[in-house]
Nanobody
Framework: QVQLVESGGGLVQAGGSLRLSCAVSGRTFSSYTMGWFRQAPGQEREFVAGIMWSGRSTSYADSVKGRFTISRDNAKNTVYLQMNDLKPEDTAVYYC?????????????????WGQGTQVTVSS
């Protein structure tokens, strides 16, 4: 009985910024590793960023490292993805996911709960 709801997507020009939010229902949010994935049309879902329950350990895909920042506020049951210097290659549907394991997984198959996705479109 876990529900994830993403928000904050939209249309921006290259070089712009967006901040995605993922609100999680339930009382076990702080026990979960959280991840952000994205999927472009015709492509497989790919790992973007992940964060442990403590917030002190994070992981990023090479393509976004230095531009994106994942964070979480356990008191608010919310995880964020700050996206700066956006590029057209970042265009995709972005999904929030929750994993009860003790590590940051980079494979979508290990995450048990998923949000509905939010569209991010970066124009050139």
């Amino acid at each position: 009985q876990v529900q994830l709801v993403e928000s904050g997507g939209g249309l921006v020009q290259a070089g712009g910024s967006l901040r995605l939010s993922c609100a999680v229902s339930g009382r076990t949010f702080s026990s979960y590793t959280m991840g952000w994935f994205r999927q472009a049309p015709g492509q497989e879902r790919e790992f973007v960023a992940g964060i442990m329950w403590s917030g002190r350990s994070t992981s990023y895909a090479d393509s976004v490292k230095g531009r994106f920042t994942i964070s979480r506020d356990n008191a608010k049951n919310t995880v964020y993805l700050q996206m700066n210097d956006l590029k057209p290659e970042d265009t995709a549907v972005y999904y929030c996911a929750a994993d009860p394991s003790l590590r940051i997984g980079v494979s979508a198959s290990v995450y048990d709960y998923w949000g509905q996705g939010t569209q991010v479109t970066v124009s050139s």
